[in-house]
């Protein structure tokens, strides 16, 4: 399963988020300029809350 992401216009910002059936959840407010893909890695460790 992937993710979605929203890039906000103003700030070096990006939204990841998931849709399970009828739940947004919202992975990370991450910081677009170094390590983009650093939340990736807690994304598992967040896991348990389903």
């Known amino acids: 399963m ?4 929203i890039n906000l216009r ?3 910002y ?3 988020y998931i849709v399970r059936s009828e ?3 919202v992975l ?3 910081y ?3 390590k983009p893909l650093y939340w990736i890695s807690r994304q598992s460790q967040a896991g348990g809350a389903r």
């Open 23 to 25: 739940t947004l959840w």
């Open 28 to 30: 990370a407010i991450a």
């Open 32 to 34: 677009a300029g170094r």
């Open 10 to 12: 103003v700030f070096p």
């Open 2 to 5: 992937g993710y979605r992401r």
């Open 14 to 16: 990006y939204v990841p």
